[in-house]
């Protein structure tokens, strides 16, 4: 799973677990390993190694991955998402880079089939709009993941927008993960960009998208519905009122695009369904 991108020292230790959610390594501190919600603490990692630990996850060269690394994060192979923190490069009022990283942390990517099937069959009977929402971590991903594979096996024509590479990610034999049989991915582009030309190129029923955060992606979203086609998406939250009341949002909100709404917690483990509500 990770082989090439973490030295042996930590791959020993990651071996013993079955799952694992994260991999959270600090500069000077023990490194953690969660797995099933717990927490396992290990040895620090000395300056050189955890070094060597950032060498490894950037291919050797930080300059190359400078484009997603300003962002905070990077997608390696398998769709599993490091984020970094560190010091941040600005260049004419924008963050041009991350240097002298401090933490990072390892998000796995996994595939739970069947963990939508309740979602879809209280939502999707006639295939509405969804909104799913969550703070960080919750498996909004994970639902967006499996509710793809669900839609495209029904009959479906489904386009991913995948901004990270990390709902449906390829290596050289294809798709990672089981997508289903009328699933399209357009990955590392912007979504307002893979919403419209996923529209132009695979005519969609249903369009999915991660992560909703800017007064673009609302825009595409509303053009893209109006359109005819349905939207399934999530964003960072607590409640449907967070969504509400973002001003990015309104337009959405105005023209009640989203009808659907399913809200996750991790009070009973990761992808705890809190509510489930219609608007």
């Known amino acids: 799973m990770l082989e090439s991108y973490l030295p042996e020292y930590i791959l020993k230790n990651i071996h013993k677990f079955k799952t694992i959610q994260e991999i959270r390594i600090r500069l000077g501190k023990p490194y953690i390993i969660v797995s099933e919600n717990q927490e396992y603490i290990f040895e620090?990692?000395?300056?050189?190694?955890?070094?060597?630990?950032?060498?490894?996850?950037?291919?050797?060269?930080?300059y190359a991955v400078r484009e997603n690394l300003k962002n905070g994060f990077i997608t390696i192979s398998g769709g599993h998402r490091v984020g970094f923190s560190g010091t941040c490069v600005i260049?004419?009022?924008?963050?041009y880079h991350i240097k002298d990283i401090t933490g990072i942390n390892i998000r796995i990517a996994k595939q739970?089939?069947?963990i939508s099937e309740g979602i879809y069959s209280l939502l999707m009977d006639k295939?509405?709009?969804?909104?799913?929402?969550?703070?960080p971590g919750c498996g909004k991903t994970t639902y967006l993941r499996d509710l793809a594979r669900i839609i495209s096996n029904n009959g479906y024509n489904v386009s991913v927008i995948d901004e990270r590479g990390e709902i449906f990610p390829y290596n050289d034999k294809g798709c990672i993960f089981d997508s289903g049989l009328?699933?399209?991915?357009?990955?590392?582009c912007l979504k307002s960009d893979g919403?419209?030309?996923m529209l132009r190129v695979m005519n969609p029923d249903v369009i999915i998208c991660d992560e909703i955060a800017t007064k673009e992606?609302?825009?595409?979203?509303?053009s893209a519905s109006a359109s005819g086609v349905k939207i399934i998406a999530s964003m960072h939250g607590i409640s449907t009122d967070d969504y509400l009341k973002r001003p990015e949002f309104s337009e959405l909100v105005l023209n009640k695009v989203f009808s659907d709404f399913v809200v996750l917690s991790k009070k009973n483990g990761v992808g705890t369904i809190d509510k489930v509500s219609r608007l």
């Open 112 to 114: 739970y089939i069947g």
């Open 44 to 62: 620090i990692l000395t300056d050189e190694m955890f070094g060597q630990v950032v060498k490894m996850l950037t291919s050797h060269s930080v």
């Open 91 to 95: 260049r004419n009022g924008e963050i």
């Open 182 to 188: 009328r699933c399209d991915t357009i990955n590392l």
């Open 217 to 222: 992606d609302a825009y595409s979203i509303q």
């Open 195 to 197: 919403i419209r030309i």
């Open 127 to 135: 295939l509405r709009n969804l909104l799913i929402i969550s703070p």
